[in-house]
């Protein structure tokens, strides 16, 4: 796979809008432009709200909120680099129809929010759920996504806490543009924050039977950040570099000695991104590697009951914690069903 990267020209983003008259640039706009976007749509009157979505953990919490009332179309094929994904021409199709756009932000889908922008209906709403609920002081810039590459990190929704805020937005995204479906929307989502209140308390419930010196991850894709700054965790390094090629000799020596020197058990790779590195650091370092994680590639396939966002980051903690050497059974024991019927649609 060689993935076009835009470099320049496609990431000038800077909140400035497109009406042009904002200076842009500055913290505070960034968010609450990217908020006023969300609530930019004209409201529909008759027929069925049509929903994009870009990656699949997204679309899996829109089609929990909508159920039957609208139509949910992911964008973003799962199993494919979402960091590089162009979308093809079928895409456009797509958002030509869609009333709303959902996408995370924090400039994870630039070539497909550009693709948004020139062919969404007239009155549409492009609501980027992540650019619009974390203030900008809040962003992780780390090893594959250093600051000046201008590309935060990007994975809000690995932490639930984050994932509930997205939720809560989506609704209130959803309940103005589709008034006739609001009382749906509401009890919907009502019902589905009490599980991601849930998966929160499993996590962390998780996370506190391992030893502190434990709680340290090293990852193939950095896709964690966010998670490990809300349940105390520490990020010891990612073995992807931002260019999404691989790591240097000279990188893998280093991050060799990191993990011998940190003491984990486990280091953890990506079932997205397969890669030699993590055995070789592995075994170097003399540590178990996992290769399996998935940041936006749900388990299993459409209609199966553990391809959710839910199913999708209790397998992921699931995983570190029992690696680790620590008691992932408070969530074993969660209850990840969907709190309506998955009608969405996932290409894969
Ligand atoms: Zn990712």
């Given at each position: 796979?060689?993935?076009?990267?835009?470099?320049?020209?496609?990431?000038?983003?800077?909140?400035?809008?497109?009406?042009?008259?904002?200076?842009?640039?500055?913290?505070?706009?960034?968010?609450?432009?990217?908020?006023?976007?969300?609530?930019?749509?004209?409201?529909?009157?008759?027929?069925?709200?049509?929903?994009?979505?870009?990656?699949?953990?997204?679309?899996?919490?829109?089609?929990?909120?909508?159920?039957?009332?609208?139509?949910?179309?992911?964008?973003v094929?799962?199993?494919?680099?979402?960091?590089?994904?162009?979308p093809?021409?079928?895409?456009?199709?797509?958002?030509?129809?869609?009333?709303?756009?959902?996408?995370?932000?924090?400039?994870?889908e630039?070539?497909?929010?550009?693709?948004a922008?020139?062919?969404?209906?007239?009155?549409?709403a492009?609501?980027?759920?992540?650019?619009?609920?974390l203030?900008?002081?809040?962003?992780?810039?780390?090893?594959?996504?250093?600051?000046?590459?201008?590309?935060?990190?990007?994975?809000?929704?690995?932490?639930?806490?984050?994932?509930k805020?997205?939720?809560?937005?989506?609704?209130d995204?959803?309940?103005?543009?589709?008034?006739?479906?609001?009382?749906?929307?509401?009890?919907?989502?009502?019902?589905?924050?009490?599980?991601?209140?849930?998966?929160?308390?499993?996590?962390?419930?998780a996370?506190?039977?391992?030893?502190?010196?434990?709680?340290?991850?090293?990852?193939?894709?950095?896709?964690?950040?966010?998670?490990?700054?809300?349940?105390?965790?520490?990020?010891?390094?990612a073995?992807?570099?931002?260019?999404?090629?691989?790591?240097?000799?000279?990188?893998?020596?280093?991050?060799?000695?990191?993990?011998?020197?940190?003491?984990?058990?486990?280091?953890?790779?990506?079932?997205?991104?397969?890669?030699?590195?993590?055995?070789?650091?592995?075994?170097?370092?003399?540590?178990?590697?996992?290769?399996?994680?998935?940041?936006?590639?749900?388990?299993?396939?459409?209609?199966?009951?553990?391809?959710?966002?839910?199913?999708?980051?209790?397998?992921?903690?699931?995983?570190?914690?029992?690696?680790?050497?620590?008691?992932?059974?408070?969530?074993?024991?969660?209850?990840?069903?969907?709190?309506?019927?998955?009608?969405?649609?996932?290409?894969?």
């Amino acid at each position: 796979m060689l993935p076009i990267l835009l470099l320049g020209a496609a990431c000038s983003s800077d909140g400035t809008s497109s009406d042009g008259t904002d200076s842009g640039g500055s913290a505070t706009d960034v968010q609450s432009e990217a908020k006023d976007a969300c609530f930019a749509g004209t409201p529909i009157t008759d027929g069925r709200l049509s929903i994009a979505s870009t990656v699949a953990p997204i679309t899996s919490i829109l089609a929990n909120i909508v159920g039957d009332a609208a139509d949910v179309i992911g964008l973003v094929p799962e199993g494919t680099n979402s960091h590089t994904f162009e979308p093809p021409p079928s895409v456009a199709t797509v958002l030509a129809k869609a009333n709303v756009v959902f996408a995370n932000g924090l400039i994870l889908e630039e070539p497909t929010k550009d693709l948004a922008e020139s062919n969404q209906p007239e009155g549409g709403a492009l609501c980027e759920l992540g650019t619009a609920i974390l203030p900008v002081d809040q962003y992780v810039y780390d090893f594959s996504f250093p600051e000046e590459g201008g590309k935060p990190n990007p994975h809000l929704w690995t932490d639930p806490t984050l994932a509930k805020q997205y939720t809560e937005l989506a609704r209130d995204v959803l309940v103005r543009m589709d008034p006739a479906n609001a009382a749906t929307y509401e009890s919907n989502a009502a019902a589905y924050v009490v599980k991601v209140d849930e998966l929160d308390a499993a996590v962390r419930a998780a996370s506190d039977t391992l030893a502190a010196d434990q709680r340290q991850l090293l990852t193939y894709h950095d896709a964690y950040a966010y998670f490990a700054r809300t349940y105390g965790w520490t990020v010891i390094g990612a073995i992807q570099p931002s260019s999404f090629d691989e790591p240097t000799p000279r990188e893998v020596a280093d991050l060799i000695s990191q993990v011998k020197e940190s003491n984990v058990k486990a280091i953890f790779g990506s079932e997205v991104f397969p890669s030699s590195v993590l055995e070789t650091i592995g075994k170097e370092a003399g540590v178990q590697y996992v290769d399996v994680l998935r940041d936006d590639d749900l388990p299993g396939e459409p209609g199966d009951p553990e391809h959710s966002f839910l199913g999708l980051m209790r397998f992921d903690y699931v995983t570190m914690v029992e690696a680790l050497g620590g008691d992932a059974s408070a969530l074993t024991a969660l209850d990840v069903t969907d709190v309506t019927t998955d009608k969405a649609e996932y290409p894969q």
